[in-house]
């Protein structure tokens, strides 16, 4: 039998008048913060996040969803698999309110009644076709791909908190310890192989795929990194001195405890743009890649349009309603 494993998915309702107006009460942090004006838009296809998961995951144990004291309207709360999760349930109140996913991701451990397993998503990361629990942990092990990249310096989204991760993985793990290589990672060796000559570890390649965790991941890093990770709670919006959950992944590569696994075969990330999105749209509808990610971006200048295509893609692929949703 199959040890329960847990899926984790944070969510907001950025049209919410009760958040915007705790929000603003607070936005003058923003000027210190690396934030993007899409990081809150909600894109009304939270539902086929529920859908697929009830397709192609039949099997999870539990569903956290967590949220600021929110909840979709169509959600059934009353699903036997659906626990809501509030951000006063596991984030000390002194750290509260919270506008930061690095905050709200660094204690997710402590969410109560949480399987030692768990796979962490975004509700921007759609299973569009079967998956196992061997696809997220095998041999009581996260699966998952250690590879190297470096750290691309840009100005904006997560950089600050991969060169933050980076330090603390270095100060812990010797380069010529950790497990880069392996056949299930294919052509993706190359990476590690561009970047073995370096001293120190550059930075794992993301794939920005839902991460699988162990519970005594976080609690070791915590015992370890209290004050940093207490930094990074307490930022109630994204900070340059932030960590983010991935440092908890990368800890996991670091210490070679993970099963490896190809994750560009397993998912893909895209991106939507102002040019045509007709390729998204089909890979949506037709592709075999177990989960696409699609982020929202920030230069869209007709966002609505772009919405309405997503949600028809979304649909022909996962038209039946679910029993998550009333």
């Known amino acids: 039998m199959t040890e329960n494993i847990d899926f984790v998915v944070t969510w907001v309702d950025d049209s919410d ?36 998961v009830e397709k192609n995951a039949p099997w999870v144990n539990k569903i956290y969803l967590v949220t600021d004291h929110q909840c979709p309207k169509w959600l059934n709360v009353n699903h ?68 190297y990249q470096p750290i691309a310096p840009y100005q904006t989204g997560t950089a600050h908190f991969q060169v933050n991760n980076m330090g603390i993985i270095n100060k812990y793990f010797n380069k010529k310890d950790v497990s880069k290589y392996s056949l299930v990672y294919g052509k993706e060796n190359i990476r590690s192989f561009l970047f ?43 900070n340059n001195s932030d960590t983010s959950e991935w440092l908890f992944r990368d800890w996991q590569l670091a210490s070679k405890k993970f ?26 509808k037709k592709s075999s890649y177990k989960v696409l990610c699609v982020n929202d971006n920030a230069e869209l200048k007709n966002p609505e349009a772009i919405q309405k295509e997503f949600i028809k893609a979304l649909d022909y692929k996962l038209t039946k309603k679910s029993k998550f949703e009333i």
Not at 265 to 282: C, M, P, T, V, Y
């Open 259 to 284: 099963y490896p696994r190809n994750n560009d075969k397993f998912g893909k990330l895209l991106e939507l743009r102002n040019a045509s999105n007709q390729d998204i749209w089909k890979l949506i």
């Open 196 to 238: 073995d000559h370096n001293k120190f570890i550059p930075g794992f390649y993301e794939t920005h795929l839902p991460e699988s965790f162990l519970k005594r991941t976080f609690k070791e890093l915590w015992e370890k990194e209290e004050t940093i990770l207490n930094q990074t709670l307490h930022s109630k919006f994204r």
């Open 80 to 147: 036997k698999k659906i626990v809501l999760v509030n951000h006063d349930d596991y984030i000390p109140e002194d750290a509260l309110p919270t506008f930061n996913t690095n905050a709200i991701t660094a204690q997710l451990h402590k969410i109560p009644g949480l399987a030692q397993k768990f796979v962490y998503f975004n509700d921007d990361m759609y299973i569009l076709n079967p998956v196992k629990p061997e696809d997220f942990f095998f041999k009581d092990l996260p699966c998952d791909m250690s590879v």
């Open 17 to 52: 008048k009760d958040w915007q107006h705790k929000r603003s009460l607070y936005s003058k942090e923003r000027s210190k913060s690396s934030i993007g004006k899409t990081t809150f838009r909600e894109w009304g296809t939270f539902k086929y996040w529920f859908r697929g």
